[in-house]
């Protein structure tokens, strides 16, 4: 997400609309995860208005709506083709199109996997994310899975949610993730240039900081090879997302504008004088 009220006071200055927030998140990060998309189709004004915010560099990662995704034995090409094509004024924003399958898309549905690969991936590089137990077998399934991937030149996204499920929920919010969020193996495959993790963690940035600690030495491997990769980071309500972030830039030691000060810190050093 990039629009969040919570981050007013830390990302954000207090004063900062609405309507701005994309501006004032790609001020400071190079990449967002679309989530919206998943659950309803942007109108073509806010896809225009959204691009008309942001630096030449910045990249989307826009998920295949869940009609699509959750529905592959009734997929529908031409709509789904249709819907890229509505996305036409953000394509030079896009990196990647992220497709998220739930945990009953298993082997048996890999035809049609395969359907939407051919569809789309001529188009977009694409990053699909599985939760069926059979796919992290390390053996049949899973080689094939990647196999497909890789002939399509698609990516297969890493989700770590080990932070997350090492803690009692405390919280509502601890609580809420935890049901909402798988608890799967952790595998860190890279099929493409490409590769994306998604790592879901805490609120407390110590502990999140054990569980992610062996990604540094991995993503560093990736950006000498000349990769690209797409790093996300997710807190249980999202309020400390971008501090985990920034915590996890600074540990990489690579350069980055999230380690610049922000506005709704610098408002509040002022505050002080």
Known sequence: ???????????????LSNNEFLAGYSQYFNSV???????????????????????EHF?????VPRRFSHQLT???HNALLAW????????????LIHLQLPATAGPALLGQLTSVLELLSSKIPLAVEVRHPAFFDKA??????????QQYGAERVVLDSRALFSVAASSPALLDAQAKKPRLPVH???????PMLRFIGTDDMELNRQFYTPWLAKINSWLREGKSPYCFFHTP??????????????????????LAPWPGEQQAQLGLW
């Open 188 to 194: 860190a495959i890279c099929l493409s240039d490409r």
């Open 33 to 55: 995860e679309g989530n919206t998309s998943f659950y309803a189709d942007p109108s073509e004004s806010q896809l225009v208005r959204w691009t008309t915010q942001l630096p």
């Open 140 to 149: 049949e399934h899973e080689l094939t899975l990647n196999r497909l991937l």
């Open 59 to 63: 990249r989307f990662v826009f998920k």
């Open 1 to 15: 997400m990039w629009a969040n009220g919570r981050w007013k006071g830390s990302l954000f200055a207090d004063n």
């Open 237 to 258: 309500d999202n309020t400390l997302a971008p501090q985990l972030c920034r915590q996890f830039a600074a540990d990489l030691q690579q350069p980055h504008s999230v």
């Open 74 to 76: 009734e997929l529908d």
């Open 84 to 95: 890229w094509q509505h996305f036409a004024p953000a394509h030079p924003f896009i990196g």
